[in-house]
């Protein structure tokens, strides 16, 4: 049918066909397969419609939030960095601007826009895009690139095909888990939305402090998320699969020790009496729709209470928002059976893995885009090497 074959148009698929059609120097001989009716589906819906394309990090830093192995990642980094995609998208047409955090983003804030430049950009390359088509064993090619996703979102298509296709090859898959989802508290009844700045937020398994972070975090009609629930989803989901404890700790006033906040309350219901009234003092350091769940959580509290309680609101987590919801997938096709110089199988030769059907993830941050980019070209280019070589 085609020399290269690559099952999946998403973000690594499409950046795998581009590469792959620019070492050959001729993308006829490449047929990307996509399970809808348009390529980069997913992509759409990345950053709340807006798409972190990437995180403009130096490695040192960009590694500590790859996941559960960031050395094996390193060599498609090197091949294809942030910096390099930065340029990629602006020669595409895509004008980018870096936000807090140091996350890529297109200028327009469409996600469409990066969706559209990579599907235009593989069909300038010549690659043969069959729609609504899923891989089947008669698809026979000399290389073959599996760049199906995980299961997040699989409305898009992201079903888990790409772990069948690796199995059948007698590739071994790892626990796949929901990962950057939110995080659902027992008894919990919130209504509506709430987001938080400058806030810390502590994950606790079976009693031990296993991560903390500090930033920005949302309570939802779903739980906990935001950027802080969603960096901590990933351990906290992970405990829940293997029936730990988890609870997280969410710390309303980090940069304030409770001597402090005492001494703020000592002021204020010296300036205001009223204020003796623990609802109307909690409004004056609480955002007002979070008073009332405060204080039906801390039943009885009083004055001297509140600053412990503002340090150290505790959630016992019972459960997660499934792959409908979950960014990104954990787990997937194993790390030890992938040269992480090629992406080429180290069972099969010839077949080549990249994006999130590998057991590589990252944080919320733009982090999961740069991984599929950049595997996704490491085995375009690697494909394209290989055909040359046989």
């Not at 089947?136 to 090619?141: I, L, R, T």
């Not at 293997?242 to 609870?247: A, D, E, P, R, S």
Request: hydrophobic share 40%.
């Amino acid at each position: 049918m085609s020399d290269i074959v690559i099952i999946g148009g998403g973000a690594a698929g499409m950046m795998a066909a581009i590469f792959a059609a620019g070492r050959l120097g001729d993308g006829s001989r490449i047929t990307l397969l996509d399970k809808n009716d348009r390529l980069g589906r997913k992509i759409y819906l990345t950053g709340k419609g807006r798409c972190n394309i990437t995180n403009m990090r130096p490695w040192n830093e960009f590694s500590r939030h790859i996941h559960p192995d960031s050395r094996f990642f390193k060599p498609a980094f090197k091949c294809f960095s942030n910096e390099a995609v930065r340029t990629f998208f602006e020669e595409a047409g895509v004008p980018v601007t870096i936000e807090q955090g140091r996350r890529l983003f297109p200028v327009s804030m469409r996600a469409a826009d990066v969706a559209q430049a990579l599907e235009r950009r593989v069909k300038e390359c010549g690659v043969k895009i069959l729609y609504n088509t899923s891989w089947k064993q008669e698809f026979d090619s000399k290389a073959l690139i599996v760049s199906t996703g995980g299961r997040s979102y699989p409305i898009t298509g992201s079903t888990g095909d790409g772990y069948d296709i690796a199995r059948s090859f007698g590739h071994n898959v790892t626990r796949v888990f929901p990962s950057l989802t939110a995080l659902m508290p027992a008894g919990y009844s919130y209504r509506g939305t709430v987001e938080l700045r400058n806030v810390a937020l502590a994950l606790y398994v079976d009693r031990d402090l296993v991560q903390r972070e500090e930033g920005e975090m949302s309570f939802t009609n779903d739980g906990i998320e935001g950027a802080l629930g969603f960096r901590v989803s990933r351990r906290a989901v992970w405990a829940l699969e293997n029936g730990q404890k988890v609870t997280l700790s969410l710390d309303l006033k980090p940069a304030l020790s409770p001597q402090q906040i005492n001494d703020r309350i000592e002021r204020e219901i010296e300036n205001d009496t009223s204020l003796k009234s623990v609802p109307k003092l909690l409004r004056r350091l609480l955002p007002a729709d979070l008073v009332q769940p405060f204080l039906e959580v801390h039943n009885g509290l009083s004055i001297s209470m509140i600053p412990e309680a503002l340090k150290d609101w505790r959630f016992p987590i019972i459960s997660c928002k499934g792959y409908e919801r979950a960014v990104v997938t954990a787990g997937g096709v194993s790390l030890k059976e992938i040269n992480p110089k090629t992406m080429e199988s180290l069972v099969r030769p010839g077949l080549f893995f990249a994006g999130e059907v590998l057991d590589l993830d990252g944080d919320t941050g733009g982090y999961n885009l740069q991984v599929a980019f950049s595997t996704g070209a490491l085995a375009g280019i690697s494909a394209a090497d290989y055909l040359m070589s046989i």
